[in-house]
Nanobody, 120 residues
Framework: QVQLVESGGGLVQPGGTLRLSCAAS????????MGWYRQAPGKQRELVAT???????TYAESVKGRFAISRDNAKNLIYLEMNSLKPEDTAVYYC??????????????WGQGTQVTVSS
């Protein structure tokens, strides 16, 4: 069994900063691509940022220069540093990871989501 658990969401004022974390645990052999997605009320889930096992990153245009994704491969952790937050960043943020379990099965896993609300 593999789990992804996010933390770090909350309420922040416009212009503020939040750092999200996601921990992968369970029967893990290796973790490949990881990423953050978000879903605002009434909208489809969208990609925020991705990071490969080698550290290469991609970002949605709307967050470039404000958000930074990183990972700790030794601890199976992924982070999203969010700066200069805007009300339009309000959403549920989901962690995603492509994981090969110890039984050799490759699967795409999702966390349960963490709410980020940007409001004065």
């Amino acid at each position: 069994q593999v789990q992804l658990v996010e933390s770090g969401g909350g309420l922040v004022q416009p212009g503020g900063t939040l750092r999200l974390s996601c921990a992968a645990s369970g029967s893990i052999f290796s973790i490949h691509g990881m990423g953050w997605y978000r879903q605002a009320p009434g909208k489809q889930r969208e990609l925020v940022a991705t990071i490969t096992s080698g550290g290469s990153t991609t970002y949605a245009e709307s967050v470039k220069g404000r958000f930074a994704i990183s990972r700790d491969n030794a601890k199976n952790l992924i982070y999203l540093e969010m700066n200069s937050l805007k009300p339009e960043d309000t959403a549920v943020y989901y962690c995603n990871a492509e994981i090969i379990s110890r039984s050799g099965i490759r699967h795409n896993y999702w966390g349960q989501g963490t709410q980020v609300t940007v409001s004065s």
